[in-house]
Structure formats: structure tokens, C-alpha cells
């Protein structure tokens, strides 16, 4: 007598069934999706972050060293221009307002825009990566924007000459007194 095979029955789904195990994949599949969103904004960000700091120490450098760089130039015009004992505050003065107007640059900043939905995403990352002073701002787009700002330096020329001038005619009628 031959064997009887034994099969086993399989396994019927039913339509909800089909549908619940569509829709569960596809929730895990969008959270998955959005972890690796999360995972690269967030190294993205501190990637920005360590390039502005970086920046930032460089514009330092090159400030300080502009800075040095003048003061002898400064040293040598004023020389030929007042008497000693004037020129050497002048020389002081002028190298304080360089040093000052060096020092009052206004570093690169971030600016992050992005809608509604994004924005507490784009917040926690920020916080995530520990990074401090990026300005949020709100967009229509589904986008995330960058923009960077800053990374000059001001300074009004007039103020500067309208000083140079008052010092000279102090030390002028000091030395006339």
C-alpha cells in the first residue's frame, strides 16, 4: 500500500488581513525611510557646524594678521605726518580703531528654513548634534533650506576720518599751548 502523503494546509488570508500586513510594512517602511532622513540631516548639520567653526577660527587668524600687518604701514604714515611726541598717540589711536574694526566682524551664521511638519525634525537634530545659533525659519516647501549669513566686517569711513581729524586738531593746538 502506497504512502499517503501528508500535506498541510495553507494558510488563507483574508482581505483585512492582506490590507493590515500592506499597511503595516508600508508604516514601517516610511519610519525607516524617515530614521535615515533624521540620521543624515543630523550628520549634515554637524558637518555645518564643524566647517563654521572652523571658518570662524580662520577669519580670527587672518583679522590678527591683517591687523599686525598694517600697524607698521600706520607706523610710517603717521611718523611722516605729526611730531613725535603727537605721533605716538596717533599711532596708538589708529592702531586701536584697526584692531577694533577687525575685531567687530560678524561671523558666518545658519539659517535652517523648512515647513511646519519638518520643523521640530530639523530641531531635534540641532539639538541632537549639540549645535547652538541656528536660526529656524518657516517655508512653504517640503524642503530643507540652508542659507548662510554674515562674514563681514563693518565699518563707516566717515566716523573713522571725522576721528583721525579730532585727534590731529587736539594734538594740533596741544603743541601750539
Not at 64 to 74: D, G, S
Amino acid at each position: 500500500m502506497p504512502a499517503r502523503l501528508q500535506t498541510t494546509p495553507e494558510p488563507t488570508f483574508t482581505r483585512d488581513d492582506l490590507d493590515h500586513a500592506r499597511a503595516e510594512g508600508f508604516a514601517d517602511g516610511q519610519q525607516q525611510a524617515r530614521n535615515d532622513d533624521i540620521r543624515q540631516l543630523c550628520g549634515a548639520l554637524e558637518r555645518v557646524s564643524q566647517s563654521l567653526g572652523e571658518d570662524q577660527t580662520f577669519r580670527q587668524d587672518v583679522r590678527k594678521e591683517m591687523t599686525a600687518a598694517f600697524i607698521p604701514l600706520i607706523s610710517g604714515i603717521v611718523d611722516t605726518l605729526a611730531p613725535l611726541h603727537a605721533s605716538q598717540r596717533i599711532e596708538r589711536a589708529l592702531t586701536a580703531e584697526l584692531t577694533r574694526v577687525a575685531n567687530d566682524a560678524h561671523p558666518v551664521s545658519l539659517r535652517i528654513a523648512c515647513n511646519d511638519k519638518l520643523r521640530d525634525l530639523v530641531k531635534s537634530c540641532i539639538a541632537e548634534a549639540g549645535i547652538t545659533g541656528i536660526a529656524t525659519a518657516a517655508a512653504e516647501s517640503d524642503r530643507i533650506s540652508l542659507s548662510f549669513t554674515g562674514g563681514h566686517i563693518e565699518f563707516s569711513n566717515e566716523k573713522i576720518i571725522h576721528e583721525i581729524k579730532n585727534m590731529i586738531e587736539e594734538i594740533a593746538e596741544d603743541s601750539t599751548a
